[in-house]
Each structure stands twice: as C-alpha cells, then as structure tokens.
C-alpha cells in the first residue's frame, strides 16, 4: 500500500486501485492516475500552469479539473468556529472505586488511590438528575457504569437504571444505558437483568486463556480467563452481538492470536487498543513494534473485509468505525465527547474530564454539588483544527485528534498528540479506504448496520445518518 500527501490530500495506491481522499469532507473517490497527476501540478503550479504541463487531451485535461473542483479538492480549508458551550449528554459512572482482578497494566493504579469506594444511592441519583439538567434540550442521554468493576456495586446499578427511566419519562426524554465490565460477575440473573432493560457491554477481555490470565489475573493471583469465558457466553447466548475489548502489550503482538481467542469465546465485534501506560513500562510498545503491528493491521483488515463480503457478523471495531466514517463522509472534530458532551463522575461525587482522569485535579470539573464546566471552554477550542501537529494532518477529520489521556500520558498536556499512535492511526485509515473500495453498495449498507449495533450509543454522535450521494 502506497500512500501519498497531495497539498493537504491522500492518495492510497494498492493492486491497481488509486484512490483519492478530500481531507477537508472526507470524501473517497476511485480516480484515474491522471487525475493523481493533474492535482500534483495544481497545487505546485497552479491551474493553469498543471494545464501546459500535462500531457494528454485538453478536453480530458478540463474534465479532471472540473472533476477536482466540483469535489472540492482545489477549496481551501473552511474555518471551524467551535460553539461556546455544548450540552453534557452523556454521564460515565464509576459505581464501584474497587475491582476484583488486578491487571497489570491499570491505568486506574496511579488514579484509583485510597480505600475502596462505592458510589452512594444519593450521589448516583443526583448524578443522573445532573445530567438532565445539563443536557439542555437534548432529547437523548446517554449513561455508562463504569469502575473499577461496576458489578460490584450491582443493586446501586439496577436502581440507578430504573431511577434513569422513570426521570426520562417525565421529562420526555429518552435514555439509554450502557456498561464496561471485566465479565468476572455475569450471572444469569444479572444478565437476564441487563437485557430487560437493554443496557449495552463491552467486555474488557484479553484473548486466549494464556494472554488473559497474564494480564488480568485476580487478585489472588490465579487467572481469570475460564471465568471471564463462562460468563461471557451466558450474555453472548442471549444476545445478536457482544464486543469485547482488547489491550495489547508487547507479549503478544498478533492481534490474529488475540482476535481468534476472542472470537472462540463467541464475540462478534472486537475492539483492540495499546496498553496505555508510558515508554518506561516493560509491555509498553515501541516504535519498532508500532511498525509490526501495522503488519498486523493488515492481515486483520484481510480477514474483516472477507466477513463484511461474505454477509458474517463479525467485526474489528478498530476498522469498522474508520470504514463507516467513510461511508457518511463524517467529520470529526474531536476524538470524543470528554469534557465537551460527556463527562466522569466519580464514586464520591467528584467530576472530571472522563474517567481515565479520576483523581487528577488539574483535569476536575468541580462536582455533583457544586460543577465547574470552566475546562470546558478549553476543550471547545482545543479541536483538530487548531491543534498543533493535528492542523496540517490529512486524517484529521477521520481522527479528531489523539485521546486526551494518551497525549496527557506522553506528554503532560492534552493538546499535543502521540505521534506513534497516530502513525498507527493513518495506516489503519489508509486500509480502511482500500477495504471500503473492494465493497459493493450492500455491503457497506452492512458495514454500517455492525457499527451501529455494536458501537455503544454514545460513541456515535458524530457519524450523521445521512448517507453520502
């Protein structure tokens, strides 16, 4: 694969497919190598220089630029005025200041300090009273158990689900309710429970028994996998599609081993992200394994497209968002909704950015009692395109710019992305674009009904619906 900036631009070369994609709309097109050639000389030249210089067919010649022009790739970048507030709608609990296992790679080991902590019937409920005042006019909210393990505190959450419901009604709204979990504590009786009230999972859940029980043993020390699978499978029986969700480390770099272990349990959607801890970790990856694992993209990207044509169900989140943001011509922003249209609230009340930044002041937003949306405003302003090092990429608006935790992590600020995962990013991009070339019509209609069933609800705010002409 073959991928080349052209004045702010890509085009994506493979097996005789050439593709063009408009950084500023995200628009993918099939072109000829003409075109290629022409948009070269234009943005060198000039239009009327690249007309002398080409050789071929003046009426060719003027088809192309027409061709160029009516798809915008000759516009100059519009100028993104970011809204001066935006409605909090979604609201990520962290029911449950304790958990049962003991990862290795925790992010919530440096966060997550103190005794152990269960969020309050007092603090969940005014919690949720929060977020409908904060969600403006909104008539959708969004609320995600978080942890810790949040089955943990399991009564707080089945209380909070019907308190959530019986608020919506009477402010005629909606809500939907979603949840991560470690699958350790799925019994029947809880997933009977979850399904009546349709609450969305993502099972955090590593792969094969040995690449599970090594990197999310209990804290006893024994592993977790034959649990995790047991239980999984009593929610995975019960439902169209679960998605589990995969850290890598650098023990295990094939993310084919991964993702078949996964899919041997029974998961149908598959989410696979680097552990999020800094270089000096010992499973941290580095750039020579960033490079190795776009290898593994790659074979990935072979078996998803396979599925996707031959009608199965399953899917590889880290493609199928990227493919379907391709599909609407979306433009991105931002990475998320963190501090902009969602926000963490933590067992005591507190709030913050997103729960990766439990804990950290600098990053607070006062709490359930008294908030503070101040950051907010920094955050409103802080989108791709004014961020250094984002501005000028051309996967901007496909990415939105790299997690504020991770750049945190890397660099002590938010704004300033992780040059290796977006490295890894534009590659996973670039592939997404060939694997979206070789679909037909309906299999990208599919394409799109996966990533609506599987993405949790609050992800998807920033794909229209809308399909692109």
Known sequence: MEVSCIGGHVSVKEDGTLLLFNAIDSGLYTIEPITEKLLILIKNHGIEAAKMLVEEDFSIVEEKIAELKENKFLDSQPEF???ETAPITTVSLNVSHECNLNCRYCYGSKTYVGKKQFMSREIGELSIDRLFEWSDDSKMVYVTFFGGEPLLNVGLVKHLIQYGKEKARSQGKDILFSMTCNGTLLTDEIVGFLNENGVSVLVSMDGPKNVQDQNRPFKNGTGSYDTV?????????????VTARATLTRDCMSLNTL???LREVGFTNVHVEPAA?????????SEKEFETLKEEYNLLGELFLDSVLNDSSFGFSNILRTTSALYKSAVRHYPCGAGRTLVGIDSTGDIYLCHRFTGMEE????????????????ILLT??????GCKECWARHLCGGSCWHESYSHHGCIDEPYNLKCGLFKHVAALSMIIFSKMHEKDRKLLDKMFRRNEPSYKREDLPEKTQP
């Open 81 to 83: 005025t970011p809204p």
């Open 229 to 241: 699978a047991s239980n999984v499978q009593k929610l995975i029986a019960t439902r169209n599609s």
């Open 259 to 261: 993702v078949q272990g």
């Open 277 to 285: 801890v800094d270089g000096s970790c010992p499973f941290a990856l």
């Open 363 to 378: 990053f607070s937003m006062g709490t359930v009692h008294d908030p503070d949306f101040s950051l907010q405003k920094k």
């Open 383 to 388: 989108h791709v395109d004014a961020r250094e």
